[in-house]
């Protein structure tokens, strides 16, 4: 039975949600169980950019390899200065080379890793050089991203994600992720419930799963933009008015 509490997580709930993981983003299965790139500016862009139409990869290959490579060109441990990244649109063939990748960006107009360089210099125009400037990211500032060929707001939601700012979007992937779990107990009522208390119910599941629950967010964020976008769900609230 349904409980306005929003502190816990019942052992039913927390039973369909680890089946529903298990079901659809496993552990075992998927490469998006990390949790990004908190804290790391540079880091963030570079895997929003080159995860784009591409292969993630493991730990040691596709996007992880070029965060490395940077990393090792960069020689710190923390990637949470975009300047260095924005000093390269001089020599659009020096990331290239530094990153060891040659894709290029949807509609071809660039490759992913010149695309970051002007990337992280229309960031720092804008206010945007690390990882605490993006906590109050403004409207404008997501405009200028947007406005580069090839990146767009899938981009720049993928960016935030990474440095673990939540966003409306994710919010509500997040939210119809734990509805979808929960409509085998809930029905009706779970799109209210999972508005109320995801955070608790995803907390727990990742309790349960020996992990974190930026690795359980990421992971939950990747397959909910690649499989649909969030279903639109009427809340307890929404339903009675409309009885």
Known sequence: MYSSVTDICTEDELDAMILHIESYVPQSLSPHWTPGWRGESEAALLDAIFSARAAYGGP????????QRWRSHRGDNRLDDLTTLAELTTTPDLPVEILSNRQLVPGNSRTKAAAAAVAAQTLISVGLSCSTDFEQHTKEQ??????IPGLGETTWECMLVNLGVRTDKATAHSNSFVADALEPLHRNLAAGI????????????????????????????R?????????QRHSEAELRSAA
């Open 60 to 67: 040691t290959s596709g996007v992880r390899a070029v965060v």
């Open 142 to 147: 997501f405009e200028a991203f947007r406005a």
């Open 194 to 221: 999972a508005e109320d208390r995801s955070p608790v119910i995803l907390t727990a599941a990742a309790n349960a799963l020996g992990t974190d629950l930026a690795s359980l967010e990421h992971a939950v964020w």
């Open 223 to 231: 397959y909910q933009h690649k499989s649909r976008k969030p279903k």
